[in-house]
């Protein structure tokens, strides 16, 4: 008699990946609610600092109680160039992210976000040579159009809000790009955790070498801001590594349509703030155009033609 296989739990409890994917999501739009939530007269910089900070502090604890990730810190010096490019990226796209929040709101925050797919599609065609299937191609035009409705805004100062908002994405698309390139064999959570100290050890440079540094003035900012960065530089992108493991990657894109939602229904119920209904419909298109490029992305273009 042949051996029994062991049971594949992936495939027998594909709950437990989708239960992770909620948890992305959640997670994701807490960090949006306490981005929100922190003193707007603070310094972008420094909320940036701090929140990277509480991200810190708990990327040590998992360092700490994890023997893996004991033994990944052993071999610290494979990560000096990933540490510096995620540093400043990330240090500039989280400020501008918050600048955001601050001008436009988090729910049009968060479905301009979505632009990073795109740029990120961009890169690669534009270093790496790819090129675009039909699928890809729809998508593009899709995310296109929806950013144009939730872009367009007749004031100065939220017009200002959304191209921040932009370049926030963009950034943030580099810091994918960059680690594409150079982390392939990298353990993502040492990234994640490598990540973290690069940003608050680079803004805390940054903010006494000229001076802005400035400290909240309430203490309950400074939970604001530990939650905020905890929940999503860290537990986010836990639920969301975990998830992959546990399901198919093309599924994982449920994430983006639930994140937006759990992001206005806080907007909402703790803000008292809801964009129109026609930037709604303008970031519904950004999510969809975004799944299509999630999904048909890396497809060969002569497959789709078939």
């Known amino acids: 008699m042949s051996a029994k296989a062991a049971p594949d739990h992936s495939k027998k409890f594909p709950v437990i990946g989708y239960l992770f994917l909620i948890g992305t999501a959640l997670f994701t739009a807490i960090s949006y609610a306490f981005g929100r939530a922190v003193d707007r007269n603070l310094d972008p910089e420094s909320t940036i600092f701090f929140w990277f900070g509480g991200a810190l502090i708990f990327s040590f604890i998992t360092v700490?109680?994890?023997?893996?990730?004991?033994?990944?810190?052993?071999?610290?010096?494979?990560?000096?160039?990933?540490?510096?490019?995620?540093?400043?990226?990330?240090?500039?796209?989280?400020?501008?992210?918050?600048?955001?929040?601050?001008?436009?709101?988090?729910?049009?925050?968060?479905f301009l976000m979505k632009a990073q797919t795109l740029f990120a599609l961009m890169l690669g065609m534009i270093f790496l040579g790819e090129r675009l299937n039909r699928g890809e191609t729809v998508g593009i035009l899709i995310t296109i159009t929806g950013g144009i409705i939730v872009a367009y805004q007749?004031?100065?100062?939220?017009?200002?809000?959304?191209?921040?908002?932009?370049?926030?994405?963009?950034?943030y698309s580099l810091i994918s790009f960059v680690v594409k390139k150079v982390g392939q064999r990298l353990n993502m959570l040492m990234v994640a955790n490598m990540r973290a100290l690069g940003v608050t050890l680079f803004l805390l440079i940054y903010l006494f070498v000229?001076?802005?540094?400035?400290?909240?003035?309430?203490?309950?900012?400074?939970?604001?801001?530990?939650?905020?960065?905890?929940?999503?530089?860290?537990?986010?992108?836990?639920?969301?590594?975990?998830?992959?493991?546990?399901i198919d990657i093309s599924r994982t894109t449920a994430v983006l349509p639930l994140e937006s939602l759990f992001v206005i229904l806080f907007s909402y119920y703790i803000f008292d703030e809801i964009p129109s209904l026609i930037k709604l419909i303008g970031g519904a298109g950004i999510i969809i155009g975004v799944i299509f490029l999630v999904v048909f992305r890396g497809k060969k273009p002569e497959v789709l033609d078939k």
């Open 64 to 110: 700490a109680i994890l023997p893996e990730q004991r033994e990944e810190a052993r071999n610290i010096g494979r990560y000096w160039k990933i540490f510096l490019y995620t540093s400043v990226l990330t240090s500039v796209g989280a400020a501008l992210w918050i600048i955001s929040i601050r001008t436009i709101g988090i729910p049009l925050t968060s």
């Open 154 to 171: 007749s004031d100065i100062t939220l017009l200002m809000g959304t191209l921040t908002a932009l370049g926030a994405a963009f950034f």
């Open 210 to 246: 000229t001076g802005t540094f400035e400290a909240p003035t309430r203490p309950i900012e400074y939970i604001y801001m530990i939650l905020g960065g905890t929940s999503g530089a860290l537990i986010a992108k836990a639920c969301q590594f975990q998830a992959i493991k546990l």
